[in-house]
């Protein structure tokens, strides 16, 4: 009876048993990165540039305008993002500014923040699940996502850019894809593929790939036009308000890195026709298929025609930038180019999950749950093939896993659990587990010696780490602020933590700072010294073996770094006192 019980419990109040559950682990996890918090820990360049976006803001740049003028002063620099993500970060700085100071506010948002789309993430994978596999597989599924490596990254307390936001956003439109009912399905995936866009255009294959298995789903079966149709509006009409409310001055420009009049007239040609095919809904499967085909070769020819420009890499940087930085970005690069150590753990549950939803498939293949199997599958199946493309695919390609992986553990683990061998119950269980939720890679790595790092790779990592720390930078506050030249990815850091400005930062819209900092730092001395003062910089600072700093002795020995790196300092340099154990140098620019 009691049994019966909390099973209705846990049926109809699944939503908000979720968001208790998405409360307790908030609280978890800000109590456990406490440290993070305290000190603006903001590990990544893209969090603190974010930061500084919400701090802009909120100092009355005006609305539209998203160029970062502390970095390559006076002119600064357009940043290719959207507002959207500043809204909640934002909104819990001036709360907090009621009850404490500002200092204490940002760092309370900043923990705070990326916890909030994660409740999204939860409700839309227990939705997911709830759908294809059993009401009550939505606590499996959540224990599951909360043990992904790679996604759950993105959700942690300061890591406050937009791919938490996201991620969110792609797990709304898996739940809308295998949604029973057609509209609020269709309505599900459009809105969450236009607000996802609006944010940025990292997951724009996954918003093709979902619009491609609703085309599939109407040319399959016919009735399915009404979703297809909700689709077609939600895609274009949430595109074209997201277009006017959140983009930037700069944004209005034919460029083809963001939400802009390219990639907008795209999202409505396409959302027009598939609404025209939907409306059409002839009986003839054989003419849907020529519809689909015909709708699909316009949008890629008017593409071509109209804007041949974005048909390469749409940060459309120089040769040079791309040779010496695009190409060398870690995260872009296939997850067989990457180290076993880090390419396994990202890269196991991404193949549980597709076996899930391929035996999912084939469980359901006499039921009316076949097409929205099929369609999950489908776009599990894409998200693991993308690791193949780019690592960073891989938060995206754990969070889409879940489902099946949750799948495998329904059919598992109940049977473990109730086996009438007591090693078996346990052991065997535990070992199920593991194996299903993903989490014996990590494990597997941890004690298996493979790819562990050298002296060297340790040094580096701990100079790159130690550099950035805030009260290293903070130092940096006791000379009066000035325009500080530097390795480009400290450049946000240092914006962030101290009063000074910067040059660059790592951002394709930044891209001849960019160069001129590697240019700097990889030619002679009296180069760096034009192009220092070009930029009206009074300080140098460097960070002996950061990673950067690898690249500079690497590729130009005996250049200006090269030389620095050795102790021959030029003339036109100051050496000036930090304090004790920094690890940065710091000069004055003659």
Same mark, same amino acid.
């Given at each position: 009876m009691a049994r019966g019980r909390l099973a209705e419990e846990l049926d109809r109040r699944w939503i908000a048993l979720t968001l208790i559950a998405w409360v307790a682990v908030a609280v978890w996890y800000v109590w456990s990165d406490w440290n993070l918090v305290r000190w603006l820990s903001l590990g990544d360049t893209d969090d603190n540039m974010r930061l500084m976006q919400v701090r802009a803001w909120l100092a009355g740049q005006p609305w539209y305008d998203l160029r970062n003028y502390r970095l390559n002063p006076p002119a600064g620099f357009d940043i290719h993002w959207s507002r959207i993500v500043d809204l909640p970060i934002a909104g819990l700085i001036l709360f907090f500014r009621l009850f404490t100071s500002n200092f204490w506010a940002e760092r309370l948002a900043c923990g705070i923040a990326p916890l909030i789309p994660l409740s999204i993430a939860m409700l839309g994978v227990g939705a997911t699940v709830r759908r294809l596999i059993h009401p009550l597989s939505w606590p499996l599924a959540i224990v599951f996502l909360l043990g992904t490596s790679a996604t759950m990254l993105m959700f942690l307390p300061e890591r406050i850019d937009h791919h938490g936001w996201q991620l969110a956003m792609l797990s709304l439109t898996v739940a809308g894809l295998c949604d029973s009912r057609g509209v609020r399905g269709g309505l599900m995936v459009g809105l969450a593929s236009a607000v996802s866009l609006a944010i940025g255009l990292e997951m724009l294959p996954y918003c093709a790939m979902a619009g491609a298995i609703l085309a599939l789903r109407w040319v399959w079966d016919r009735a399915e036009a009404t979703r297809l149709a909700a689709y077609a509006l939600s895609l274009g009409g949430g595109s074209a308000i997201g277009f006017a409310a959140f983009a930037s001055?700069?944004?209005?420009?034919?460029?083809?890195?963001?939400?802009?009049?390219?990639?907008?007239?795209?999202?409505?040609?396409?959302?027009?026709?598939?609404?025209?095919?939907?409306?059409?809904?002839?009986?003839?499967?054989?003419?849907?298929?020529?519809?689909?085909? *015909?709708? !699909?070769?316009?949008? %890629? $020819?008017? #593409? /071509?025609? @109209?804007?041949?420009?974005? =048909?390469?890499?749409?940060?459309?940087?120089?040769?040079?930038?791309?040779?010496?930085?695009?190409?060398?970005?870690?995260?872009?690069?296939?997850?067989?180019?990457?180290?076993?150590?880090?390419?396994?753990?990202?890269?196991?549950?991404?193949?549980?999950?597709?076996?899930?939803?391929?035996?999912?498939?084939?469980?359901?293949?006499?039921?009316?749950? *076949?097409? !929205?199997?099929?369609? %999950? $599958?489908? #776009? /599990?199946? @894409?998200?693991?093939?993308? =690791?193949?493309?780019?690592?960073?695919?891989?938060?995206?390609?754990?969070?889409?896993?879940?489902?099946?992986?949750?799948?495998?553990?329904?059919?598992?683990?109940?049977?473990?659990?109730?086996?009438r061998s007591m090693p078996v119950r346990v052991g065997g269980t535990v070992a199920a587990f593991l194996l299903v939720s993903g989490l014996f890679a990590g494990l597997i790595i941890k004690y298996l010696p493979v790819d562990r790092p050298n002296a060297y790779t340790k040094r580096v990592n701990g100079a790159t780490g130690s550099c950035v720390r805030y009260t290293v930078l903070k130092a940096l506050d006791r000379y009066p602020a000035q325009t500080v030249f530097t390795f480009v990815d400290l450049g946000p850091r240092l914006i962030t933590v101290t009063h000074h400005d910067a040059i660059a930062g790592p951002y394709h819209r930044n891209g001849a700072a960019i160069l001129d900092v590697q240019h700097a730092f990889g030619g002679s001395a009296d180069q760096a010294h034009a192009i220092v003062r070009r930029h009206g910089a009074t300080l140098l600072l460097v960070c002996p073996n950061h990673s950067e700093s690898t690249n500079y002795r690497a590729r130009n020995p005996g250049g200006f770094y090269d030389q620095l790196a050795h102790g021959e300092v030029p003339a036109w340099l100051t050496p000036l006192p930090l304090p004790r154990n920094s690890p940065l140098r710091l000069f004055k620019v003659d």
């Amino acid at each position: 009876m009691a049994r019966g019980r909390l099973a209705e419990e846990l049926d109809r109040r699944w939503i908000a048993l979720t968001l208790i559950a998405w409360v307790a682990v908030a609280v978890w996890y800000v109590w456990s990165d406490w440290n993070l918090v305290r000190w603006l820990s903001l590990g990544d360049t893209d969090d603190n540039m974010r930061l500084m976006q919400v701090r802009a803001w909120l100092a009355g740049q005006p609305w539209y305008d998203l160029r970062n003028y502390r970095l390559n002063p006076p002119a600064g620099f357009d940043i290719h993002w959207s507002r959207i993500v500043d809204l909640p970060i934002a909104g819990l700085i001036l709360f907090f500014r009621l009850f404490t100071s500002n200092f204490w506010a940002e760092r309370l948002a900043c923990g705070i923040a990326p916890l909030i789309p994660l409740s999204i993430a939860m409700l839309g994978v227990g939705a997911t699940v709830r759908r294809l596999i059993h009401p009550l597989s939505w606590p499996l599924a959540i224990v599951f996502l909360l043990g992904t490596s790679a996604t759950m990254l993105m959700f942690l307390p300061e890591r406050i850019d937009h791919h938490g936001w996201q991620l969110a956003m792609l797990s709304l439109t898996v739940a809308g894809l295998c949604d029973s009912r057609g509209v609020r399905g269709g309505l599900m995936v459009g809105l969450a593929s236009a607000v996802s866009l609006a944010i940025g255009l990292e997951m724009l294959p996954y918003c093709a790939m979902a619009g491609a298995i609703l085309a599939l789903r109407w040319v399959w079966d016919r009735a399915e036009a009404t979703r297809l149709a909700a689709y077609a509006l939600s895609l274009g009409g949430g595109s074209a308000i997201g277009f006017a409310a959140f983009a930037s001055n700069a944004n209005y420009a034919m460029r083809c890195d963001a939400l802009t009049p390219v990639w907008l007239s795209v999202c409505i040609a396409a959302g027009a026709l598939l609404f025209l095919l939907a409306r059409l809904n002839p009986a003839s499967r054989g003419v849907r298929i020529g519809l689909a085909l *015909l709708a !699909g070769a316009a949008i %890629v $020819a008017g #593409f /071509v025609h @109209f804007f041949p420009q974005c =048909l390469g890499r749409p940060e459309g940087v120089s040769p040079e930038l791309q040779k010496n930085w695009l190409d060398n970005v870690r995260e872009a690069k296939p997850i067989y180019k990457h180290p076993f150590r880090l390419g396994f753990p990202i890269a196991a549950l991404p193949i549980v999950g597709v076996l899930g939803v391929i035996v999912g498939t084939w469980r359901a293949r006499r039921t009316r749950a *076949l097409i !929205g199997w099929s369609a %999950v $599958a489908l #776009f /599990v199946t @894409f998200a693991c093939l993308m =690791l193949l493309w780019q690592v960073r695919a891989g938060p995206a390609a754990q969070l889409l896993a879940v489902p099946g992986a949750t799948l495998l553990g329904w059919i598992v683990l109940p049977w473990l659990l109730n086996h009438r061998s007591m090693p078996v119950r346990v052991g065997g269980t535990v070992a199920a587990f593991l194996l299903v939720s993903g989490l014996f890679a990590g494990l597997i790595i941890k004690y298996l010696p493979v790819d562990r790092p050298n002296a060297y790779t340790k040094r580096v990592n701990g100079a790159t780490g130690s550099c950035v720390r805030y009260t290293v930078l903070k130092a940096l506050d006791r000379y009066p602020a000035q325009t500080v030249f530097t390795f480009v990815d400290l450049g946000p850091r240092l914006i962030t933590v101290t009063h000074h400005d910067a040059i660059a930062g790592p951002y394709h819209r930044n891209g001849a700072a960019i160069l001129d900092v590697q240019h700097a730092f990889g030619g002679s001395a009296d180069q760096a010294h034009a192009i220092v003062r070009r930029h009206g910089a009074t300080l140098l600072l460097v960070c002996p073996n950061h990673s950067e700093s690898t690249n500079y002795r690497a590729r130009n020995p005996g250049g200006f770094y090269d030389q620095l790196a050795h102790g021959e300092v030029p003339a036109w340099l100051t050496p000036l006192p930090l304090p004790r154990n920094s690890p940065l140098r710091l000069f004055k620019v003659d």
